[in-house]
């Protein structure tokens, strides 16, 4: 099952996702923080065999350190520690700049504009279920 790590500076918003992945069963634990340096500590400590989250849903404008700023740590920590932490940017904004900005990074996986969808953030669980992964590979 999918773990997941939702970062947003909006407690709305957190209620949002809680309400999106309500019995999601591809979903099995997803965790809620206002802060992305938490989520970066976290990585961190358990990147010698720790429980890694299979999708992070970021939101870019944040007060303490931006989305930007977490996808470039992100980076680092992934090449450093070869780990492929998958990323799927939610944000409210419509700039086409950010969008391209993006697709600068290798984590990200989508740039997905709020509200988000019920069936959005299914498949983006559904996608990154590693058990569903491991039944497409052996299906081959």
């Known amino acids: 099952m999918c ?3 939702v970062i947003d500076d909006n407690p709305t918003d957190h209620y949002i996702m809680q309400r999106l992945l309500h019995n999601n069963y591809n979903c099995q634990q997803a965790t809620y923080t206002f802060d992305g340096r938490l989520v970066l ?15 992070i849903f970021l ?7 931006t989305g ?15 780990k492929n932490v998958r990323v799927h940017i939610m944000s409210s904004s419509i700039r086409t700049a950010d969008v391209f900005q993006s697709k600068k990074y290798a984590c990200v996986n ?17 996608q990154a279920n590693p058990f569903n992964n491991q039944q497409l590979n052996t299906a081959s």
């Open 3 to 5: 773990k997941l790590v």
């Open 41 to 55: 500590d976290y990585l961190e400590e358990n990147k010698d065999g720790g429980t890694m989250p299979d999708v």
């Open 59 to 65: 939101d870019l404008d944040m007060p303490q350190l």
């Open 68 to 82: 930007w700023e977490f996808l470039d740590k992100l980076e680092s920590f992934n090449a450093d520690a070869n």
């Open 110 to 126: 989508s740039f997905m504009t709020k509200p988000l969808s019920r069936d959005l953030v299914n498949q983006v669980c559904e």
